[in-house]
């Protein structure tokens, strides 16, 4: 009878541990894991800017300073340009003087080159901002501009002064004109990408 009680408790005992093995069988799953690594380089957008300008000493009315500002597309991405630009003109006493002088005469004046339009909101685009040329890599704009005139009908402004004996007049600068005076062109250049250039 006890050998009974011992066979039916090792029974009992290898049923549970049967059970165990059957539950534990069927809460396990098949699983997988897995990644897939995605690498996206961008193109590469950048361009240079080039000058050819030699400031001079002595600008003269009348006289053409020579001036040309080009675009490289040195990326690999087709751009589109445009330029706006900014001019001040300070005279010898530090103040400084309107773009044009007493009479209406502007006193610098730009010789902007063709290719270039502007629109009204002040900038010159590279072909027109409804149809922009497109400038694709290794390609260069036209010049902007091709240099600046000093208006020939800018007068210096003197004081004159006579002699004791008024054999002598001499005339001397005040300091207030376009005579020994400053004039500052900055030109302001942008670029985008070609297929975007509906958002300027």
């Known amino acids: 009878m006890k050998n009974k009680k011992v066979s039916k408790k090792k029974m009992l005992i290898v ?13 396990a799953y098949f699983t997988t894991s897995g990644s897939i690594k995605n690498v996206l380089k961008t193109a590469l957008y950048q361009n240079k800017i080039v000058e050819e300008f030699e400031a001079p000493t ?17 990326g690999k991405i087709d751009m589109a340009v445009r330029v706006s630009y900014e001019e001040k003109w300070v005279n010898a006493n530090g103040e400084e003087l309107p773009l044009t002088d007493s009479e209406g005469n502007v006193a610098a004046i730009i010789n902007f080159n063709e290719g270039w339009e502007k629109d009204d909101d002040g900038f010159y685009y590279y072909g027109s901002k409804a149809y922009m040329t497109k400038v694709a890599p290794n390609e260069t704009t036209t010049s ?8 020939k009908n800018i007068k210096a402004t003197l004081n004159e002064s006579v002699s004791s004996d008024g054999q002598t007049i001499t005339y001397t600068s005040t300091g207030e004109g376009y005579d020994a005076a400053q004039y500052t062109l900055k030109i302001n250049i942008e670029t985008i990408q070609y297929e975007n250039n509906d958002i300027w």
Not at 16 to 22: A, G, N, R
Not at 144 to 151: A, D, E, L, M, R
Request: zero cysteines; charged letters at 5%.
């Open 15 to 27: 049923l549970i541990i049967s059970l165990f093995t059957i539950l534990g069988g069927t809460l």
């Open 58 to 74: 002595n600008w003269t009315p009348g006289t053409t300073t020579p001036k040309t500002i080009k675009v490289t597309n040195t």
């Open 144 to 151: 902007f501009i091709s240099g600046v005139t000093f208006n």
